[in-house]
């Protein structure tokens, strides 16, 4: 038998129910929604979730190229330049002939030559590409996916525990409504019978003590009362605290009870199969000591 699991729907459920102030009753699915949209630890875990799924992108490059580019400038204190006699008394493999050098050095005397200038730049590009690493690429790809896992499983966990937080609020609120009804009716029904007691002793059909116990049977409802309803003030506030709302949230649901439950074994194997711990807990501890 299977069991429908909690839902995780993060996207666009959210957006179909947005409130800045909450002064209107609520269902429970209303409420969801509102907390999912405003709750800074489920913010938190999911912005925890991108960022490793952003290292689990990147560690993708590791199988890239390794590209680095190099620039040089360099500022001379004037142009490298050669005049024509010194071209002259450059020159190699010349035939050994009288006064050769010097006719060259007074032909080329008045030619200057601008070897470099004296802003001088260079530039470099060099890739290295990764053949073999030992496995240390792999092992760094493995590590991302499974820190992204992770991520996710820690969310799902948050979303769960804030879901259980709802249906405590919320359900209290209800309950601590339930509670004020009847201490509001068992104070209605004193009240009748403390009235009841002061005539019926004006007439003298019963003792002084009879009408006072009356009245502190009433007087006991009275704080009774109040309690509760200073219980339903708490659990409001709770609850309106929980949905980020400013105006008092009130639900629109009512209590209920399941009448048809399935079986233990059905509650275990969805919580072997769907419990977020568990996904990021099972490789820890099949994971080797060092």
Do not use: C
């Not at 609520?26 to 800074?40: H, I, R, T, Y």
């Not at 450059?90 to 802003?119: F, Y």
């Amino acid at each position: 038998m299977k069991i429908k699991s909690l839902p995780l729907a993060m996207g666009v459920l959210l957006g179909s129910l947005s409130f800045s102030t909450v002064a209107a009753e609520v269902s429970f699915d209303e409420a969801w929604q509102l907390l999912q949209q405003n709750n800074n630890s489920l913010a938190a875990q999911r912005a925890n979730v991108e960022r490793y799924g952003h290292l689990k992108d990147a560690s993708s490059s590791l199988n890239l190229p390794k590209v680095t580019v190099g620039a040089n400038y360099t500022r001379l204190d004037q142009d490298v330049t050669l005049n024509g006699q010194q071209f002259a008394d450059s020159l190699s493999g010349v035939p050994n002939i009288p006064g050769l050098g010097q006719a060259l050095g007074n032909l080329l005397g008045g030619v200057t030559s601008t070897l470099e200038h004296k802003d001088i730049f260079s530039s470099s590009i060099r890739a290295v590409w990764p053949i073999f690493t030992g496995g240390r690429i792999t092992a760094a790809q493995t590590a991302a996916e499974g820190k992204q896992e992770e991520a996710q499983s820690q969310l799902a966990m948050e979303v769960q525990a804030r879901y259980e937080d709802l249906s405590k609020y919320y359900f209290s609120v209800i309950l601590a409504k339930n509670v004020v009804d009847t201490r509001m009716a068992v104070e209605k029904g004193l009240t009748k019978h403390r009235d009841f007691a002061l005539k019926m002793e004006e007439q003298g059909q019963i003792a002084r003590v009879e009408r006072l116990q009356a009245e502190a049977s009433l007087d006991k409802a009275v704080v009774e009362r109040k309690k509760a309803e200073h219980s339903l003030n708490i659990a409001q506030a709770a609850l309106t605290q929980v949905l980020g709302q400013i105006e008092k949230v009130e639900p629109r649901d009512e209590l209920f009870i399941n009448r048809t439950l399935p079986p233990l074994d059905a509650f275990i194997d969805q919580t072997l199969d769907t419990y977020p711990a568990l996904r990021f807990l099972m490789p820890k501890k099949n994971k080797p000591v060092a």
